[in-house]
């Protein structure tokens, strides 16, 4: 930051003439200095309070969608626990994701509250809030079913996070395994597995090639892993951060497939 060593100066001799140059100089080159360091510490420490809040607030958040419909079964327990293992919690975390787990289960638990709390901690950025979403849906698909209170509980969520309907259903395609891909190619043209494709990219089916293209490239930018974990995303979500740019990936090699049978 030699500029600042170079406005110091020049804003000293233009009030102090060359002793203030000197001066001004040397206030300059202190500020350059330590400020970088100071910013770079301001910087973590905001990192660090996102990510917390992030794991804080999607575990206690998960502990209210499994009693969404009235109780908490073992089954939703087990699931809250495979999760705690694919996202290789350290021991401290683990425990601390379960205590935010029965936090959430726990009856007075206002969701709202903290979802609110979440948005505050990462206000602006969107794609978190969207792989917020993620997170819930996964786990509340890993039993097999979604109960309708689930349901209307994560439209909730994802309105206080500010999400929009199509985010949503966008959300709601990948979860749906329309992005998988089954190998053959008939898989390509499968009207609903196409339909969702479109739905996770975020195009109509009549969508240019270019168009379809860079819709992919801007989600593929946004998600990642890399770039989420810059903006607060924990390191333990990054396999979740991997697998939704996979998903994405396989919903744009569908289209452009069945694009490319309709051709010939």
Request: hydrophobic fraction near 45%; charge should be neutral.
């Amino acid at each position: 930051m030699n500029f600042l060593i170079w406005i110091g100066a020049f804003v000293g001799l233009a009030s102090g003439g060359w002793k203030g140059l000197l001066i001004g100089a040397a206030v300059g080159y202190i500020i350059s200095r330590y400020l970088p360091p100071l910013l770079i510490g301001a910087a973590a420490g905001k990192l660090g309070q996102i990510q917390a809040q992030f794991l804080d607030s999607t575990f206690a958040v998960m502990g209210a969608m499994c009693k969404a419909d009235g109780q908490v079964t073992r089954n939703e327990i087990e699931v809250a626990e495979a999760l705690f293992e694919r996202l290789r919690l350290s021991a401290d975390t683990r425990e601390s994701a379960i205590a935010s787990f029965n936090r959430g289960k726990a009856d007075g638990f206002d969701v709202d509250a903290e979802v609110a709390k979440f948005a505050q901690a990462s206000r602006g950025q969107r794609v978190l809030h969207q792989m917020f979403i993620q997170v819930q849906m996964s786990a509340l698909a890993a039993d097999g079913a979604m109960h309708p209170a689930e349901h209307a509980l994560l439209v909730r969520i994802a309105r206080g996070l500010g999400l929009s309907e199509q985010e949503f259903a966008n959300l709601e395609a990948m979860l749906r395994g329309g992005t998988s891909s089954s190998g053959g190619s008939s898989s390509y043209n499968d009207p609903s597995a196409l339909e969702a494709a479109y739905r996770v990219i975020g195009v109509p089916a009549t969508a240019s090639d270019a168009e379809l293209k860079r819709a992919y490239r801007v989600l593929m930018s946004q998600n990642h892993p890399d770039k989420l974990a810059a903006k607060g995303l924990p390191e333990s979500m990054r396999a979740m951060a991997v697998e939704k740019t996979q998903q994405i990936t396989t919903a744009y090699d569908r289209i452009e497939k069945a694009r490319r049978t309709a051709a010939a």
